[in-house]
C-alpha cells in the first residue's frame, strides 16, 4: 500500500536559517505528491504540490522537487520566518484516485527570533 | 468565501456516550471528506463523499462509526458508543471535482476526548 514517511520533529530553528524537512513515500504507479500545513489554531491548507517525476512544486519561499529514482520529495527554504512556524505534513495520491490523500506523521517546526 | 466550518470545535464525553460531529462544506465543493488525526499523526480517510453519495467507507468502523451527507451539502459523522481510544481530532474537508487534484481544504477540526 501507499505510505508517507517524515522525518521526526520537533524541529527548532533560528530566523533566516535554512530549512530541509524529508520526506520519503512507498507507492503503486505514479503518485501526486504534495506539502500540507497547518498554522497553528487552522486547518491544514495546501502549500505546493508536483504532479510528475523532476517536477518542482513551490510557493511562499519554500520548495520541493519530485525525485522518483530516491522516491523523495524533500520540502526546502532558504531563510525562513518566525511566521513559517507549524506543522508540515507530506501527502501523496495515487494515481487514479487523486482525490484520496496519504499522510505521513508530520513535523512541528518551530522557529525562534 | 467562507472556508471549511466544523462543530463542535471540542467536546468531553464520558465513554459508552454518543457524540456527533457537523460539517459545512465550502460552497459549491462536491467531494467531502471525513479524516481522523490521531495526536501526533497524519490525517486518515474514514469517508469520502462525492455529494450525496459515500465512495469510500472503507476505513470506517462500521459497528460504532456512522456518517450521512444528506442533500450532498452539510454532512454528520456520528460514533456510538464511544470508547476511549477515539480520542482524536476528527477533521472535515473538501474539495472540487474539477478542482486541482489533492487540494483539500479543511476545516479547524473537531477534538474529541473520551473519558
Known amino acids: 500500500g501507499n505510505s508517507v514517511t517524515q522525518m521526526e520533529g520537533p524541529v527548532t530553528l533560528s530566523e533566516e536559517a535554512f530549512l530541509t524537512i524529508n520526506c520519503t513515500y512507498t507507492?503503486?504507479?505514479?503518485?501526486?505528491l504534495f506539502w500540507y500545513v497547518q498554522y497553528p489554531g487552522e486547518g491544514l491548507q495546501l502549500l505546493l504540490k508536483?504532479?510528475?517525476?523532476?517536477d518542482k512544486g513551490s510557493n511562499k519561499g519554500f520548495e520541493a522537487t519530485y525525485r522518483k529514482e530516491t522516491t523523495s520529495f524533500h520540502l526546502e527554504k532558504g531563510s525562513v520566518q518566525v511566521s513559517d512556524s507549524a506543522v508540515y505534513f507530506c501527502?501523496?495520491?495515487?494515481?487514479?484516485?487523486?482525490?484520496?490523500?496519504?499522510f505521513g506523521s508530520g513535523t512541528q517546526l518551530t522557529v525562534l527570533p | 468565501e467562507a472556508g471549511v466550518v466544523q462543530s463542535p470545535r471540542y467536546k468531553i464525553i464520558e465513554k459508552k456516550q454518543p457524540v456527533a460531529f457537523w460539517c459545512n462544506p465550502i460552497?459549491?465543493?462536491?467531494?467531502l471528506y471525513w479524516y481522523l488525526q490521531n495526536l501526533g499523526q497524519g490525517p486518515e480517510l474514514l469517508i469520502r463523499?462525492?455529494?450525496?453519495?459515500?465512495?469510500?467507507d472503507s476505513q470506517l468502523p462500521k459497528d460504532r462509526f456512522s456518517a450521512e451527507r444528506l442533500k450532498g451539502v452539510d454532512s454528520t459523522l456520528k460514533i456510538q458508543p464511544a470508547e476511549l481510544g477515539d480520542s482524536a481530532v476528527y477533521l472535515c474537508?473538501?474539495?472540487?471535482?474539477?478542482?486541482?487534484?489533492?487540494?483539500?481544504?479543511f476545516g479547524e477540526g473537531s477534538r474529541l476526548t473520551v473519558l
Open positions: 501527502a501523496l495520491s495515487s494515481s487514479g484516485s487523486a482525490r484520496q490523500l496519504t
Open positions: 507507492a503503486t504507479g505514479y503518485p501526486s
Open positions: 508536483a504532479t510528475k517525476a523532476d
Open positions: 474537508a473538501s474539495s472540487l471535482r474539477r478542482g486541482i487534484a489533492g487540494e483539500l481544504f
Open positions: 463523499y462525492e455529494n450525496e453519495e459515500a465512495v469510500d
Open positions: 460552497s459549491g465543493h462536491n467531494t
